[in-house]
């Protein structure tokens, strides 16, 4: 990559300073809970389990993450696709 | 008297706890201050070494808190500076051999004799971490800008926290203005974005450091080089100066810039 293709932001490989921010946010979200990864998966499993009873959910899209202040934060996005693919008695 | 404990601990080690430690004590000493360094890192001593005292070790820590020798008689005079004083740890004893409560007692000793009590901790978080946290009324946390010192700085300030201590205030270590500048490096921004923590200074990479260290002598101890007016500037906030963060990630680059670093004006590319 050229100088002058960064200078013109044509460098679209982040820099190594970001990737350790990234990646530093990434491992202090685990080391900060007493959650291990296993943990953390298994409440995500569950929750998926018991949500899909009521609605279809984007299963791979769920993100758990427990924040410094001892929050745990769910994201789950729904199916748009399939918003009531569960059949009701 | 009834002076400061301030300890200067970090997550990983080598990333500066002895080096900053005996540097903030120089400059805190010439501002006219009465200073105490401890080294808790016993076993494994080299406080004494940094400042180049080495030879004039008679009685140590342990001595101390085994009652052979008083406070008064243990601490070394440093000559170069009027006020500064070591208390060199044992090199054959190990972190074991004292505990928290012993520590305490030593540094409230020490307490009459200064205006600040600066200890160096030992590497880890086990026993001799402990017994350098117990006595502090403050805590300097020292990282340097990369991810596995900067998350083990994370595991402390958790311990800090939890031991009942008001927060740590960092000293980041080993910036390297040009990489940040370049993207290659982390910014004291982003350290502090996910430390969440206060800064107290940012310490160059300064190969004057290196040299210094080969002679026993402080780099502080001599005008000139930007991490000294780094550690100048940490001792003039720990003094109660509320000094401005200067703008230090970028390098010297104009004429004038570098002419003004080298006569030590500190311009655009001044340190903190
Ligand atoms: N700002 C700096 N610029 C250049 N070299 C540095 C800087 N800070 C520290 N060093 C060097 O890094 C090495 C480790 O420093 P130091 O002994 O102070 O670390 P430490 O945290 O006390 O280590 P330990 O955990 O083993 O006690 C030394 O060789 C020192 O000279
Ligand atoms: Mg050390």
Do not use: W
Not at chain 2, 223 to 252: K, T, V
Request: hydrophobic share 40%; aromatic share 2%.
């Amino acid at each position: 990559m050229s100088f002058f293709d960064r200078l013109l932001g044509r460098d679209k490989a982040p820099r190594s300073g970001s990737v350790a921010r990234e990646r530093l946010k990434l491992v202090l979200e685990y080391d900060r809970s007493q959650l291990t990864a296993a943990e953390l998966e298994a409440i995500r499993d569950e929750l998926i389990e018991t949500l899909s009873h009521h609605v279809s959910i984007d299963r791979d899209e769920v993100v758990i993450t427990l924040q410094r202040d001892g929050r745990l934060v769910a994201e789950i996005p729904l199916d748009r696709r399939r918003r009531r693919t569960v059949d009701r008695p | 008297m009834a002076g400061k404990i301030i300890t200067v601990t970090s997550g990983k080690g080598g990333v500066g706890k002895t080096t900053t430690t005996a540097n903030i004590g120089v400059a805190l000493a010439s501002r006219g201050r009465k200073v105490v360094v401890v080294d808790a890192d016993i076993g494994l001593r080299n406080l004494d070494v940094v400042m180049g005292l080495e030879n004039r070790v008679v009685y140590n820590l342990i001595h101390v808190v085994r009652g052979v020798a008083s406070a008064e008689r243990a601490l070394i005079r440093d000559k170069r500076v009027p006020g500064l004083m070591l208390l060199a740890a044992d090199q054959h004893s190990d972190k074991d051999d004292v505990d928290p409560e012993e520590m305490k007692d030593v540094c409230d000793q020490l307490r009459a004799f200064a205006d600040f009590i600066l200890v160096d901790s030992p590497a880890g978080i086990e026993q001799g971490f402990r017994n350098a946290l117990a006595p502090a009324d403050e805590v300097l946390l020292v990282t340097t800008p990369e991810v596995s010192a900067v998350r083990d700085a994370d595991r402390v300030i958790g311990l800090v926290e939890a031991s009942g201590k008001p927060a740590p205030r960092l000293v980041l270590n080993r910036i390297k203005p040009e990489l940040v500048a370049r993207g290659d490096m982390m910014s004291t921004e982003d350290v502090l974005d996910i430390l969440r923590i206060h800064i107290i200074g940012i310490v160059p990479e300064d190969g004057d450091i290196v040299a210094a260290t080969n002679r026993g002598e402080p780099v502080t101890l001599k005008r000139g080089s930007r991490a000294g007016q780094a550690y100048h500037n940490i001792a003039a906030r720990l003094d109660g100066e509320d000094l401005p963060f200067m703008n230090l990630e970028l390098p010297p680059t104009s004429l004038l810039d570098r002419l003004s670093h080298l006569f030590n004006l500190g311009g655009s590319g001044g340190t903190t």
